[in-house]
């Protein structure tokens, strides 16, 4: 039962990415699914949640309207589309289920001039 997150790198402010997260082990079309971001020295915050079937979705107002969580169940895939990215956006972004005991190594968003 794991998680693998990828896409992440180094952008410019105002700039967009693509976060996917990989899946395997459980029954991930049952399963709503979150991304979480954690900036150094800070607590892990909940973003954005999709549940099972794809046709609701929840985020947290920091994000609210420029990102976008998504997911294609045939490919046991989770996707996040940041856009209008911010410096305060800078953080290991991490997807997580409930079903999950352990977090992915998560993958690293820096957005710098």
């Known amino acids: 039962v794991q998680v693998v997150e990828s896409g992440g790198g180094l952008v410019q402010p105002g700039g967009s990415l693509r976060l996917s997260c990989a899946a395997s082990?459980?029954?991930?079309?049952?399963?709503?699914m979150s991304w979480f971001r954690q900036a150094p020295g800070k607590e892990r915050e909940w973003i954005a949640q999709?549940?099972?079937?794809?046709?609701?979705?929840f985020y947290s107002d920091s994000v609210k309207g420029r990102f976008t969580i998504s997911r294609d169940n045939a490919k046991n895939t989770v996707y996040l589309q940041m856009n209008s990215l911010k410096p305060e956006d800078t953080a290991v972004y991490y997807c997580?289920?409930?079903?999950?005991?352990?977090w992915g190594q998560g993958t690293q968003v820096t957005v710098s001039s």
């Open positions: 997580h289920a409930i079903v999950l005991t352990s």
């Open positions: 082990g459980f029954a991930f079309s049952s399963h709503p």
């Open positions: 999709i549940m099972s079937g794809g046709g609701t979705t």
